[in-house]
């Protein structure tokens, strides 16, 4: 037996039709929630569940929902399904298999903020996903799972799609409710946070895909059914995005506290060519170089081990690099996807990702001397702490780690 | 023709996602609309969604300018979208761009002078383990093309300009 929770569908061919989605239990759940339950039953049991949000940040999920103040109405429900971090492709895998439980899940969500409308941010590239995902609403609502007095309650629920347009900074969820209302998607000053003042200003929880997917396990089994995976400050299971020199990259669903080593060798087949594996990024272009030697490859994969060597584990989506692979040919492309998606709110982050890519792209073309790694080196370290949101602080990690651990890499790239 | 003219439940159905007093939220959805059969936004229909959004032209060609997707010119009537990011780069991403656009005689960003082929360098596609990869882009049809070659993308896009010429079909430029 297979022990898939969020990647169900692997196990049941169809899951992605309702009346098979239904035929495995779908929306039971949703059912029981909404007429047995009380909204903060529902918040208890996902607070006890220890979930972290799994869009990249790990902030456990119903102390966030739990920030809400009563005193402030409408409250609203915000999925970010904007995907965009380099390595990352587990939400797209979800809302096209398995879609009804991550909308089972929002639904959930929804309910326990008490939440009667809900807005699913896609990002631009996802358009035929956003146009089958509205089907599915549609015929959610036609059956009485969505809309007015559901269950013969008096609770009601529309969810809402809004397709976004290219930009990655719309990941950060400030930046996603600018853009939700029409404008460009630059982040907000915090505080207000938007459990808060969010989207129109009213009290908003914005959860990752991966998150709200979890939720129909959570509330059908219990709390401590959950904890049976992971480790007590990192429970449940997670989608790793494996990709890079790998034999078989793809999504993993595996326990949170799984190795580095489990991943790469166990489930990815080892290094393509059965190459020397190099270093590892966990997190996508956000991710600070891990340097793959044998004593962190046993690094277990969970929130506080990875940040430990100052690596977040962010949305474990696990680039994976071997010997064939400069450090600066890589470091070269990651400044240029943020140079790229820089919003330009921020000096620091809107000069220092353009100056970046300058010398990156000297280095690359041999004709840079040793001086510019240093230079880079510190625009890179200049940047740091000083950008207004985490775009900025991400654009550095590879720079900073790469420098650091591959130096050699660069210097081979100088004029000779 | 109008958007009103052309699309009117459409319209109708994208002002029913947002509450009443928050019409300037249905402006990106609006411009997808706009640019749906086209493949860009015309200065025509700026100035009917100041009347639809409330928000300014110079707000409207604020979110046009700031969103990669959004076109304010016509493009090729095949758009292809490869992602050459850091991952897709580990799969050969650069490389296999490098000989597409080689063999249509264009750089990323230019389209082919019969106007048919349009060759964009793009942000990640979240499609990683697949690369390279391309996105297309036909009228409103869009489509994932995983685990190319370069070979295998031109046979595509040959076939494709063949059946586009035989029916007439617009593509983007309808």
Redesign the interface.
Known sequence: MSDLILLRHRDIPGLNQLKTYIANGGFETWKNVVTALKPDDVLNEVKNSGLRGRGGAGFPTGVKWSFLPKTIWPHYVVCNADESEPGTFKDRELMEFNPYQFLEGMMIASYAVEAHDAYIYFRGEFAEIERKIDERIDELTSKGYLGDNLFGTSYSLRIHTHLGAGAYICGEETALLESIEGRMGQPRLRPPFPAVAGLFDKPTVINNVETLANLPYILAKGAECFRENGTPKSPGTKIFSLSGRVKNPGNYELPLGSTFRELIFKHGGGILNDAKIKAIMPAGASSTLIPATEEMLDIPMEYEATSAVGAPLGSASVIVLDETVNVSRLVNSTVHFFKHESCGKCTPCREGTYWMSHITERIESGKASKEDIDLLQTVASQMQNKCFCALGEFSIMAVLSGITHFRADFEARLEK | MSLLKKYPTEIEHILA???PE?K??????L??LAQLKTGFVSRADIDELTGI?G?SAT?IA??IG?????HDAPGGKIRIQVC????????GAKDYLRSVCQSLGIKPGEITSDGMVEIEE??????????PLF?SQIGDE??YHENQTPEKTLDWIKSMTASLAKTGEGGNHE
């Open positions: 996602k947002y509450p928050q300037q939220s249905a402006v990106m959805p411009l997808h959004t928000l707000e604020t979110v700031y969103y990669t997707l959004y050459t990011d850091v991952a897709c780069d580990l799969r793009v942000k990640c596609l979240a499609a990683c383990d697949r690369a996105q869009m489509e």
